[in-house]
């Protein structure tokens, strides 16, 4: 992978990214994101962000050698705090955990006044991104599943809108199904979204069968048990 040539996850992030756009990739590491969109001339700035030395400095490299220099700068620091506010219009967090990339999000809330797009690459946990950024007012407007290298990656897309409306008329128990699985894979599943939550089910089963070795019904067995019987229901 190169700032020519990106995975299939890295891509599919970037596909979603709107041509023209100025864009803040958070946790950027070599900075081949927003390299590869400069490229193509599909953005017009960006803003590499990472917390970290190595990765810091790699990007920073990464940049220099692709001629970008004055288009794309690299700042270290931790989450939003590399960016100004409005300075930006599209963010892109990718190959984080769901738990983490909310937490970033509600940390740096400030700089997303002006932000149009969320596009979001969690490894685990996605439904925690749906659940808090519908009560924030982002619009979940895509969502896709890939499987690649053995691993399966989910991309969420969030406009800035209406955060209710994807689950607008939806009952308790389809709500429930859709902030887990995603009402727009739910609706398009392919054969990474089986192969996930098949192994997502499997998960479950041997939590339960842990948790039943110990006394008492606990809450989140309760929370196990709903999980499972909504992944049922949902490859039956």
Not at 92 to 105: E, F, K, P, S, Y
Not at 111 to 136: F, G, I, M, Y
Request: neutral net charge; hydrophobic residues 35%; contains cysteine.
């Amino acid at each position: 992978m190169n700032d020519k040539l990106l995975s299939e996850r890295l891509k599919t992030v970037a596909n979603f990214v709107p041509v023209g756009s100025s864009v803040a990739d958070i946790g950027s590491d070599h900075a081949y994101l927003p390299c590869y969109l400069m490229n193509k001339q599909h953005i017009t700035f960006a803003v590499a962000g990472e917390v970290n030395e190595g990765p810091y400095q790699s990007a920073v490299n990464q940049v220099k050698r692709s001629g970008f220099t004055r288009e794309i700068t690299v700042r270290k620091g931790n989450g939003l705090e590399v960016l100004s506010p409005g300075e930006v219009d599209v963010i892109t967090i990718a190959g984080m955990g769901g738990q983490l990339i909310r937490d970033i999000l509600l940390e740096g809330r400030e700089k997303l006044a002006n932000v149009k797009r969320l596009v979001l690459q969690p490894n685990v946990a996605a439904h925690l991104l749906r659940e808090r950024l519908s009560d924030l007012d982002w619009e979940l407007v895509d969502e896709c599943i890939l499987e690649e290298d053995h691993k399966v990656y989910e991309v969420l897309v969030f406009d800035a809108g209406n955060g209710k409306r994807p689950y607008e008329g939806m009952s308790d128990k389809e709500l429930r199904k859709s902030m887990l699985v995603g009402p727009i894979l739910l609706k398009n599943q392919n054969e990474a979204f089986r192969t996930k939550w098949q192994n997502e089910l499997s998960k479950r089963e041997r939590i339960l069968t842990s948790l039943t070795k110990t006394h008492g019904v606990s809450d989140k067995e309760a929370q196990v048990k709903n999980e499972r019987d909504i992944i049922k229901e949902v490859l039956s």
